[in-house]
């Protein structure tokens, strides 16, 4: 079964590219040589890093990005969701979704040398960062990341597991692995062993097919917008979308599409026989997360596509249950979400063990894109598309994170650390 060659393909195969087309290879030393060479590193490192301690955790109140309006159509635009059900609230996830948005964390040590994650959750998991998790880490030493993860998930078992609790962890996570990198003067990439490839495949999520493709995208997952709620008129409409797109990429390219938890089993079954014509890479998150035997029986009888999800799954624990149920072909944590990246480390573990990938959820922020340059069985990087209005896009805060691909490749950063400082934008 070809399209089952991401499933049954060993790590290393899985790493040079998805099925047997190769996405991540080639040599660019000479350009990455050219990058590397003359990289600030931290002026007056301590002594022995051992010796640090921490002092203050804290979260960062960054201001607004006069840009932001640039992504609007993620959450104003029409996008199958798992309200979708409900008429009062299916044009937009606007008119539903928090706007918690993200928790920025900082954590200083008694050496000047401080660092910065991000997280979910926002303010709701500032709560737990500055009143709960600050007074366990105070005192200790940063380095000691496996420890300091432990305690904070035990100490949050009570109200965490998953959601909040764990979105909270992954910023400190985040914090901690930085300052690691600085305080070595290393990328954190080296920190986890080096690279293990030149250049990060990038796709683009949006609609914007035929602008992503003149950016040098060669893979482009589509936003569907019509889920059971919109019945057979709906369904035609996706085929609609997805057949024009596959029509403006061409053949070669790959056409993802995510479902963001709006499908049901049997809308999912009848659409992958609809869209077998067109060459579908993979459909992603079709279900509510908690479906595992759900999950297992697309992943079971769907054969034309493949199977992805874990956007809104958490810690090794969730992704543990997920395999149990063979419940996809392809892992998406989100390294900001799902416990950090001490934490997706081990999930990225347990995929490789059954030769899985590991394609995380934003994977081509600042911080996914040190995990996926060390880890073989990561190939891709997810970006959201570029904007047609590039100018204002570049100047924009959301492009500090989420860094825009040349000629549809990425790579991490070689500064110290994750290579970038929340202090600019307070």
Same mark, same amino acid.
């Given at each position: ?192 062993? &080096? %690279?293990?490839?030149?250049? $990060? ?10 602008? /992503?493709? #003149?950016? =040098? !995208? ?77 999950? &297992? %029986?697309?992943?079971?009888? $769907? ?10 799954? /958490?810690? #090794?624990? =969730? !992704? ?107």
């Amino acid at each position: 079964m070809a399209a089952r060659s991401l499933a049954a393909g060993s790590t290393a195969a899985v790493a040079s590219g998805l099925g047997s087309q190769s996405v991540g290879g080639g040599s660019n030393s000479a350009f990455e040589a050219s990058r590397s060479a003359g990289s600030p590193r931290q002026p007056d490192l301590p002594p022995a890093p051992s010796d640090l301690k921490i002092t203050d955790v804290k979260v960062l109140k960054l201001r607004n990005d006069p840009e932001e309006d640039l992504w609007a159509w993620l959450s104003e635009s029409l996008v199958a969701n798992p309200m979708s059900i409900y008429p009062k609230y299916r044009e937009k996830r606007s008119s539903w979704m928090s706007d918690f948005g993200s928790v920025y964390v900082e954590i200083q040590t008694d050496k000047g040398v401080y660092g910065h994650g991000e997280g979910g959750g926002g303010d709701a998991a500032a709560i737990i960062v500055e009143k709960h998790f600050k007074r366990l880490l105070v005192g200790e030493d940063p380095f000691d990341v496996e420890r300091l993860w432990d305690i904070l998930f035990r100490a949050s078992l009570p109200y965490g597991r998953k959601g909040l609790a764990i979105m909270a962890l992954s910023g400190v996570d985040l914090a901690l692995w930085d300052i690691r990198g600085k305080a070595l003067g290393l990328p954190v990439y080296k920190l986890l062993g &080096g %690279k293990t490839k030149e250049k $990060i495949f990038a796709y683009a999520t949006g609609n914007d097919a035929e602008w /992503f493709v #003149r950016q =040098g !995208f060669r893979a482009v997952k589509l936003a569907m917008p019509h889920g059971p709620a919109d019945g057979r008129e709906g369904m035609r409409k996706n085929v609609e979308l997805v057949r024009r797109t596959r029509e403006i990429v061409g053949p070669d390219a790959d056409v993802m599409l995510d479902c963001y938890m709006a499908w049901d089993v049997e809308y999912t079954l009848r659409m992958a026989e609809l869209l077998e014509p067109y060459k579908v890479r993979w459909i992603e998150e079709a279900l509510l997360p908690d479906d595992y035997e759900g999950f &297992g %029986k697309l992943n079971a009888q $769907i054969h034309s596509t493949l199977i992805a999800t874990g956007e809104h799954e /958490f810690t #090794r624990f =969730g !992704f543990e249950e997920l395999l149990h149920h063979k419940g996809a072909s392809i892992l998406q944590p989100d390294i900001t979400w799902c416990g950090g990246l001490t934490e997706i480390r081990k999930i990225a573990d347990l995929a490789a063990a059954q030769g899985l990938p590991v394609i995380p959820h934003a994977g081509g922020t600042v911080w996914g894109l040190h995990f996926i340059a060390a880890t073989p069985n990561a190939p891709w990087a997810e970006t959201i598309g570029p904007s047609r209005e590039l100018e204002r896009e570049r100047k924009s805060r959301i492009r500090r994170f989420f860094p825009l691909p040349e000629k549809g490749f990425l790579w991490p950063a070689d500064d110290p650390g994750f290579g970038i400082d929340l202090r600019k934008f307070i």
